[in-house]
Nanobody
């Protein structure tokens, strides 16, 4: 089991930036991918971005490509999500997630398949 703790949420105006961080602990991460999902009020939790803990593979939802960047710090066991050019549609609770890498990125983006979740951090983008 992996323990995940998010930080860095807040309120920002449209066009602004925020950086989220997720601290991971509890087991070896070599065979894991870690990433971010978000959930708007009354909607399902949706995939945002993910990366393999080992190697350079990353994957992004189409809606955030070119605006968001996911990165990791292996020494600190953290992953970050840099969010630029934010819009009100980016508003929601952002959850850090961890799961085995699996066979493909699209399979990993299924929220029902995720084994470990953080508690979530609120991001609000005002227009």
């Amino acid at each position: 089991q992996v323990q995940l703790v998010e930080s860095g949420g807040g309120i920002v105006q449209a066009g602004g930036s925020l950086r989220l961080s997720c601290a991971a602990s509890g087991r070896t991460f070599r065979n894991l991918a870690l990433g971010w999902f978000r959930q708007a009020p009354g909607k399902e939790r949706k995939f945002v971005a993910a990366l393999r803990w080992s190697g350079n593979s990353t994957f992004y939802a189409d809606s955030v490509k070119g605006r968001f960047t996911i990165s990791r710090d292996n020494a600190a066991n953290t992953i970050d999500l840099q969010m630029n050019s934010l819009t009100p549609e980016d508003t929601g609770v952002y959850y850090c997630a961890a799961n085995l890498i699996g066979t493909s990125w699209p399979a990993w983006t299924n929220a029902r398949a995720i084994s470990s979740w953080g508690q979530g951090t609120q991001v609000t983008v005002s227009s």
